[in-house]
């Protein structure tokens, strides 16, 4: 028996086999819902205090902006450091 003979008695025999029923798509669909989990649920209870806190400064800002500039011939700065200890009373 030579070669070309046995190679094509393994053809055959190769032709005849069948393949073994698989379902890949459930499986893959199994294994990718069991990672999914539930979006997280995003307080937005924090930034809100930020937020507030944040334009409760800008007012003090403003305030004392419009206050150092409604006297420009006073010495500015001892009256805005007047006003903070003012406010930190």
């Known amino acids: 028996m030579n070669n070309s003979e046995l190679f094509q008695k393994l053809v055959t025999r190769a032709r ?47 305030f004392a902006t419009y206050f150092v500039w409604q006297n420009p011939a006073a010495d500015a700065m001892t009256d805005l450091y007047q006003m903070i200890s003012w406010v930190a009373q």
């Open 16 to 62: 005849e086999e069948t393949h073994p029923e698989a379902n890949v798509a459930e499986n893959v669909l199994e294994l990718l819902s069991i990672g999914q989990t539930a979006p997280p649920v995003i307080s937005y209870r924090p930034l809100a205090w930020v937020a507030s806190v944040s334009s409760a400064a800008a007012a003090c800002v403003l």
